[in-house]
């Protein structure tokens, strides 16, 4: 549940995400919510897709948040 996961995220220095995680959400529109909590968070995305497809779309969205 993604809930919990924002609940205690504050708690954390960095975190692995994976860009693809379900149909309801993705690990960009995660990454922007626990950015919202914690700014000083590093997130590292991890993918087996082709990551440049998805380089401008993440530093956008997370340099919004």
């Known amino acids: 549940n ?11 220095d960095f975190v692995f995400m994976d860009i693809e995680l379900d149909h309801n959400t993705n690990g960009i529109e995660l990454a ?5 909590i914690n700014k000083d968070i590093k997130i590292i995305f991890m993918s087996s897709y082709f990551l440049s497809f998805y380089k401008f779309e993440t530093s956008h969205s997370l340099n919004e948040s």
């Open 32 to 36: 922007c919510k626990i950015r919202d």
């Open 2 to 12: 993604y809930e919990q996961v924002l609940q205690s995220i504050y708690e954390y």
